[in-house]
């Protein structure tokens, strides 16, 4: 296999792999959206009962337009920056699960309508650095006489246990086409001038009397330029050794870091595995 990086964003990368095969590709993935750690809001305190406002000492209703377990399951998934080499797995930390700065951060919301409550509310109780990646997510609405008092802790986990620890998106692949124009005895002038007007990825052009492909990565396989000549002068295949891979990240880490660690991870666990079928021989 090789690798060959055509774009890589901060939060999405291109890579395209020769000499592969969609095993492989898959396997990268499946590594990506499956095992690449971050850090997530796992556990949420709600206060109960009325939340008063020191400075008017007016009461508030500590109640919200939804249910708290939806409130929940939005802050599970804001994009909390992840640096793996400062945090670790909570079972594997040296406070033995206990909870600390290097396996654990703490957030609070304290906010009183009528507003709306966005990721930039939830702040960071320690370091500033680890305040929400994306600030303008909203998260819920508060009326007039409503307020939120909230503390969440995130914690570092993978997919694999639930999708808010998934750092990967719209992860895919797609296969180079290989086009190509062999003119047969019974195709005429007429049938092959009209396949520029039909191919939507703008593949072929006439010129000098031939039908030649001029840009054959905007081939999409729709197979209108093999449909439109029926005497078979087009072809169109897949070369399943040849993959165009794209994906993108929550924000939560850089799409360099997502792909460097799922790629050294999934090298480790294919090693364990030749060395475990290595000592049943």
């Not at 191919?199 to 031939?210: E, H, M, Q, T």
Request: hydrophobic letters at 35%.
């Amino acid at each position: 296999m090789e690798m060959n990086i055509e774009e890589l964003k901060p939060h999405a990368g291109r890579i395209h792999f020769t000499k592969t095969s969609a095993s492989q590709i898959n396997a990268i993935r499946r590594a990506l959206l499956s095992d690449v750690p971050k850090m997530a809001i796992d556990d949420v305190e709600f206060h109960l009962g009325p939340i008063r406002d020191e400075a008017t000492g007016k009461d508030y209703d500590s109640a919200t337009s939804l249910f708290d377990e939806n409130v929940a399951l939005r802050l599970g998934l804001l994009p909390i920056p992840s640096d793996l080499k400062q945090f670790r797995f909570k079972d594997k930390c040296v406070c033995k699960g206990e909870g600390c700065a290097n396996c654990q951060i703490t957030y609070s919301i304290d906010k009183k309508g009528p507003c709306t409550v966005y990721s930039s509310d939830v702040v960071p109780m320690g370091d500033p650095k680890l305040a929400i990646v994306e600030p303008s997510i909203p998260i819920v609405r508060l009326g007039a006489d409503q307020a939120l008092l909230v503390y969440a802790t995130a914690i570092m986990g993978t997919a694999r246990s639930h999708a808010k620890w998934q750092v990967a998106q719209a992860a895919g692949f797609g296969y180079q086409p290989k086009v190509s124009v062999t003119r047969s005895k019974d195709c005429s002038d007429a049938c092959l001038k009209k396949i520029p007007a039909v191919c939507p990825g703008k593949v072929f052009a006439w010129s000098d009397g031939k039908l030649k492909v001029v840009q054959q990565d905007g081939c999409i396989f729709c197979e209108q330029c093999e449909k439109s000549c029926s005497h078979g002068s087009i072809s169109v295949e897949a070369d399943q050794t040849d993959v165009h891979f794209t994906f993108e990240t929550d924000s939560s880490m850089t799409a360099r870091e997502a792909l460097r660690f799922a790629l050294n991870d999934l090298h480790r666990r294919l090693e364990e595995l030749r060395d475990a079928v290595v000592s049943i021989g």
